[in-house]
């Protein structure tokens, strides 16, 4: 059996995918959506990092950030955003002393260089495309797609005819 080895660099940038219970559309809902900013704003309060790009779609988010120089500590940063929002969310799930908000794990990619830090921020922005949620990137309110275009990283019609060449062949679901 393979056992699955997270890599920590102190400062480093990270890639995640984290995922509700039984992709359950929580976010559906702005309320919940609003409890995810407060939840990343509450972390970043006692544990600092940048997040460089983000989607939150009804079952899943995507983000890309940059922790501190020397400070490696990314999933004591997802444990406690996760608990910020299982505690304000829904009722008492069927596993014990859990709440049937999240998956008990996350996905995540240490970037390696600036062409795949690129990447990843478009699939981030891309990602509401790829679900048929919404024509074009811009479309879709849950995103950091329009600061990105207002720190002159995309037009405001990038992905609007497709795929981008650069993503096609990633899948991070």
Same mark, same amino acid.
């Given at each position: 059996?393979?056992?699955?080895?997270?890599?920590?660099?102190?400062?480093?940038? &990270?890639?995640?995918?984290?995922?509700?219970?039984?992709?359950?559309?929580?976010?559906?809902?702005?309320? &919940?959506?609003?409890?995810?900013?407060?939840?990343?704003?509450?972390?970043?309060?006692? *544990? +600092? %990092?940048?997040?460089?790009? #983000?989607?939150?779609?009804?079952?899943?988010?995507?983000?890309? !950030?940059?922790?501190? $120089?020397?400070?490696?500590?990314?999933?004591?940063? !997802?444990?406690?955003?996760? *608990? &910020?929002?299982?505690?304000? #969310?829904?009722?008492?799930?069927?596993?014990?002393?859990?709440?049937?908000?999240?998956?008990?794990?996350?996905?995540?990619?240490?970037?390696?260089? $600036?062409?795949? !830090?690129?990447?990843?921020?478009?699939?981030?922005?891309? /990602? +509401?495309? *790829?679900?048929?949620?919404?024509?074009?990137?811009?479309?879709?309110? &849950?995103?950091? %797609?329009?600061?990105?275009?207002?720190?002159?990283?995309?037009?405001?019609? !990038?992905?609007? /005819?497709?795929?981008? $060449?650069?993503?096609?062949?990633? $899948?991070?679901?």
């Amino acid at each position: 059996m393979t056992e699955y080895r997270r890599l920590f660099i102190p400062g480093g940038s &990270y890639f995640f995918t984290v995922v509700t219970y039984q992709r359950r559309p929580i976010f559906n809902e702005p309320r &919940y959506v609003n409890l995810l900013r407060e939840a990343f704003k509450h972390v970043k309060e006692t *544990k +600092p %990092f940048t997040i460089d790009a #983000i989607v939150i779609l009804p079952d899943h988010l995507h983000c890309l !950030w940059q922790l501190p $120089e020397n400070d490696d500590d990314f999933s004591g940063r !997802w444990r406690e955003f996760k *608990k &910020y929002v299982s505690k304000r #969310i829904g009722a008492d799930g069927k596993r014990p002393k859990e709440k049937d908000v999240w998956q008990r794990r996350f996905w995540e990619h240490a970037i390696r260089d $600036e062409n795949d !830090w690129r990447r990843h921020i478009d699939y981030i922005h891309y /990602n +509401p495309v *790829k679900h048929g949620l919404a024509a074009s990137p811009a479309q879709w309110s &849950y995103s950091s %797609f329009q600061k990105a275009v207002t720190a002159g990283w995309y037009d405001s019609h !990038w992905g609007s /005819n497709g795929q981008p $060449e650069n993503i096609k062949d990633i $899948e991070l679901e």
